[in-house]
């Protein structure tokens, strides 16, 4: 692969023992989805270098001018629907299957990518561009490609359908069950995020906290990168499967499983 590289900086120094770290809890945010062709958000030139958040990711924007926000909504989803999985997100589904432990995967991404990839139980903190939410009384269902302002809620009727993404302002799904997974994890990795976008950048100090061992695989260093026990940079699609074969590695030597 000529494009590989990776640096590993390690801070403090992270247990290697793989197979001792049983409750694995995975946080990915964009850069997972940019080598599937999908926009970030905070980086240059990506989304919000083009379009202003308060402009179609708030309340009040949908509000003010719901058709504005549906059509970047739309766009998106068309987008997303056209992308497929790469290496990291198959590497992790694989993980999730093989690992004879928890392996949760918490996304701060909106894209379908994870699942598609073969993940389950995903966690989407931020919503996801699949699914419809009814402002009025909160009934969620699958969204159809093109969302439209005179969609009606399929259980009350309202015509006040908005894509199912947690916006600017709003309180991102799951907490308190994220929170759960983090108290308990023995391993918490951090794939593709800036570090820079609360709560999902705190995660890595809940963790530390509660005692599990802290691995960042990012494109670069992010904000948070000194909270970790170690830092890997270079590619998803190349740090994630290498991570993930590495783990299973291990778990093959234990006996615990006959290599594939
Ligand atoms: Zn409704």
Redesign the pocket.
């Known amino acids: 692969m000529a494009s590989f590289a990776v640096s590993v900086i390690v801070i403090e120094g992270l247990r290697k023992d793989w197979v001792l770290m049983k409750k694995i809890v995975i946080l990915t945010g964009a850069g997972i989805s940019a080598e599937s062709g999908l926009d970030t958000f905070r980086d240059a030139g990506g989304v919000w270098a083009q379009v202003r958040p308060e402009d179609v990711a708030t309340p009040e924007a949908f509000a003010r001018n719901p058709g504005i926000v549906h059509d970047f909504y739309n766009a998106r989803r068309i987008q997303a629907a056209r992308a497929a999985p790469n290496p990291a997100h198959r590497a992790l589904a694989q993980l999730q299957a093989v690992w004879p432990y928890p392996v949760v995967i918490v996304t701060q991404n909106v894209d379908g990518l994870h699942e598609a990839g073969g993940a389950r139980d995903v966690l989407h903190m931020h919503g996801i561009l699949a699914g419809a939410l ?1 402002a ?4 969620r269902w699958p969204a159809p490609s093109t969302m439209a302002v005179t969609d009606a ?1 399929p ?4 015509q ?1 359908c908005r894509p199912d993404i947690v916006w600017f302002g709003e309180i991102p799904y799951d907490m308190g069950l994220i929170f759960g997974h983090l108290a308990t994890a023995d391993l918490f990795v951090s794939i593709g995020t800036s570090g820079q976008v609360y709560p999902a950048a705190a995660f890595v100090q809940e963790a530390s906290a509660a005692g599990a061992n802290t691995l960042e695989l990012n494109l670069e260093e992010s904000a948070v990168s000194h909270e970790f026990d170690e830092t890997r940079s270079g590619k998803a699609s190349d740090l994630v499967p290498l991570w993930v074969a590495e783990v299973l590695d291990t778990l093959v030597a234990a006996g615990s499983v006959q290599p594939a």
């Open positions: 009814c009025t009384c909160n009934h809620c259980n009350c009727g309202g006040t």
